[in-house]
């Protein structure tokens, strides 16, 4: 983020920063409970339920991160399951 904050040729531009691998809601909490070996269950909320009337929201969600890479030569170095694995530590910890 620092990176980005500080290039003179990111100013006025929207970018993602994060990873280019796709994963639905559903396969997230998943993933957590499987690599936590949580007991929780993943609970179905109806979509108005959890976002009220009018509000739309996409169905993939892919991020594109090729314009941080192109801007500052930025890519991601840890994967989904190594981030799981550390905030799951640091929650552990601060319990």
């Known amino acids: 983020m620092l ?24 396969g997230l909490a998943q993933k957590i409970i499987d690599e936590t070996g949580s007991k929780s269950e993943i609970v179905y909320v109806p979509y108005e339920a959890a976002y009220g009337d009018g509000f739309e929201d996409m169905g993939r969600r892919v991020p594109n991160i090729d314009l941080i890479d192109e801007l500052v030569g930025w890519k991601p170095k840890r994967d989904l399951s190594t981030i799981i694995a550390d905030i799951s530590k640091e929650m552990k910890k601060n319990s």
């Open 3 to 26: 990176a980005v904050a500080f290039a003179s040729n990111t100013v006025g531009k929207v970018i993602n920063i994060g990873n280019n691998v796709e994963i639905s809601i559903n």
